[in-house]
Each structure stands twice: as structure tokens, then as C-alpha cells.
């Protein structure tokens, strides 16, 4: 099989702001009598989108929200998340330009468990909106990773884009086990970059330490294995 299109994660991949997630959910946490620390964000929540990361720190805390009350805090995230990348740029380095080389060489998307606004907001001040075919954000499933909802249907984009399209011929990169549980599910290609983690990351096809390392050519041969 031919490699056909690239699917990136977004947060930990493209932009370095894992760091600034887990301040914006410290900080909301805070304000709710939780204490949230670096280690146990890594550990147990960042494969979730906001909705399900409060779940989650909910229901290990022993504190019952209501569907509001979750809606509310992860509005407040979004907030203070804004207000910690004013002003910065949360690309990491080569990101821009990896993605460059490989949105003039096929289409690429992007399948996230960030808001919609967040993962444009940075592609906007960036310059990069016009390399993605598709961009899949965390209210654009019902459910996020490590389903594989977010690359069913980033797949399903590509294709009505470019025309038909097999997981198969597909990449996905990924810094996390959720993620590379989610796109294996879709029946995609893996490639995990080792900005987040590294012996969690071990099931994946290859493993590469950034999007520097990025070789088209290696990718393609994934595909044709």
C-alpha cells in the first residue's frame, strides 16, 4: 500500500503545550479544593479531552459533577489556557517546518483531543491553517481517544477529499498510548514521537524522538510492509 495521507496529534506532536494544559487544570483545580500535580496529569489524564479529564480527576477524587458543572470547569480551562499561551509560541522546534514538508508532498489532518479553537488559534498565529485537509477536535466525535473515533473520522475527510481512502495507507503520529490505541483501533500506520513519554510508547511502528526526525520515506515504507 502506497502511503496516502498523515494524521498528526496535536498537543505533545505539534505544540509543546502539554506544560500549559496541565497548569490550566491545576489552576481550575485549585479553585474546587483539588490538588493536581505534574506527575499525576502524565500519569492518568493527558490522553483525555477536557470533558473527560474532569471525569476522570472527578471520579478518582470521589467528586460527583454533573454534566454542567463539567462543561463549566473545562470552559474555565479553556480560558486560562488562552491566557498562558498569549504572546508565545508553543510550536516545538522543526515543528512548522516538518509540517510544511509534508503538506507539499500529501494531505495531512489533524485528530485531537483539543478544542477546535485551541488547535486553530495556534495554526492561525503560526501560519500553518493552510497545510491541514482535515481537523478533527474533541467536539467532533462523541467520543474522544482511545476510541478510535477522532482518526475514523479524520480518515473519512481525507477521503471525501482526495478522492477514496484506506486507514491503511494512513500514518498516524502520536505521543501517548491513548493516541496510538486510537489509531491502531482506526487501523492505521503508528509513529510515536518521544516528546511526552518514551517506554509507554513501545507498541508502536516506529519511534522517532521529534517531528525533526520526520522521514517521509521511512513512513512510506510502513505502509508498504
Known amino acids: 500500500m502506497p502511503l496516502r495521507a498523515i494524521v498528526f496529534d496535536f498537543d505533545g506532536v505539534i505544540a509543546n503545550s502539554e506544560p500549559l494544559h496541565f497548569r490550566g487544570y491545576r489552576d481550575v483545580l ?17 490522553g483525555f479531552d477536557d470533558v473527560g479529564a474532569f471525569e476522570a480527576v472527578g471520579s478518582r477524587h ?3 459533577w454533573s454534566s454542567g458543572q463539567i462543561r ?25 517546518d516538518a ?18 479553537d485551541e488547535i486553530r488559534r495556534v495554526l492561525v498565529r503560526e501560519g500553518l491553517s493552510a497545510c491541514f485537509t ?50 491502531r483501533s482506526a487501523g492505521m500506520r503508528t509513529v510515536a514521537v518521544t516528546n511526552t513519554y518514551a517506554a509507554d510508547l513501545l507498541r508502536a511502528d516506529l519511534i522517532i524522538t521529534s517531528l525533526e526526525d520526520m522521514d517521509l520515506d521511512l513512513l512510506a515504507r510502513l505502509c508498504s510492509e
Open 62 to 64: 470521589g467528586t460527583v
Open 99 to 116: 509540517i510544511r514538508c509534508a503538506a507539499a508532498a500529501l494531505p495531512i489532518a489533524i485528530a485531537s483531543g483539543a478544542r477546535g
Open 72 to 96: 463549566d470547569l473545562a470552559a474555565r480551562k479553556a480560558v486560562r489556557l488562552e491566557e498562558l499561551e498569549r504572546d508565545v509560541s508553543v510550536l516545538f522546534p522543526g515543528a512548522a
Open 134 to 183: 482535515a481537523i478533527v477536535a474533541a467536539e467532533d466525535t462523541p467520543v474522544s481517544k482511545p476510541a478510535p473515533d477522532p482518526y475514523l473520522r479524520a480518515l473519512a475527510l481525507l477521503a471525501q477529499a482526495i478522492g477514496g481512502l484506506k486507514a491503511s495507507e494512513c500514518v498516524a503520529i502520536e505521543d501517548s498510548h491513548w493516541g496510538l490505541e486510537s489509531a
Open 30 to 46: 485549585a479553585a474546587e479544593g483539588i490538588a493536581l500535580s505534574e506527575r499525576d496529569y502524565y500519569a492518568h489524564y493527558l
